[in-house]
Nanobody, 123 residues
Framework: QVQLVESGGGLVQAGGSLRLSCAASGRTFSTYDVGWFRQAPGKEREFVTAISWSGGSTYYVDSVKGRFTISRDNAKNTVYLQMNSLKPEDTAVYYC????????????????WGQGTQVTVSS
């Protein structure tokens, strides 16, 4: 069993930065790939980025490439999402989720989800 808790969200002006954290409980967390998703009001939850269990592989959607960086520290059971050059369109609830593998963009392949953290970017 893995439990995920996101933190680090908040209100920031356009062009600013935030770092989200996804803290996990459970001895097996280091064996899971982790993804970040986001959901804006009235929209579907969308895939943003993911990192392999070892941290050796990452993937970003085009809209955040070059601005967001995902990383993990398995010793601390934590995955991070550094978000720079934030835009108003990045406003959403951000969720982390853990999967054993497969197509990272497919929500149904994720076994565990956090409760989400709100990110609001003002223009």
């Amino acid at each position: 069993q893995v439990q995920l808790v996101e933190s680090g969200g908040g209100l920031v002006q356009a062009g600013g930065s935030l770092r989200l954290s996804c803290a996990a409980s459970g001895r097996t967390f280091s064996t899971y790939d982790v993804g970040w998703f986001r959901q804006a009001p009235g929209k579907e939850r969308e895939f943003v980025t993911a990192i392999s269990w070892s941290g050796g592989s990452t993937y970003y959607v085009d809209s955040v490439k070059g601005r967001f960086t995902i990383s993990r520290d398995n010793a601390k059971n934590t995955v991070y999402l550094q978000m720079n050059s934030l835009k108003p369109e990045d406003t959403a609830v951000y969720y982390c989720a853990a999967t054993r593998g497969g197509d990272w963009s497919v929500k149904t392949l994720y076994d565990y989800w956090g409760q989400g953290t709100q990110v609001t970017v003002s223009s």
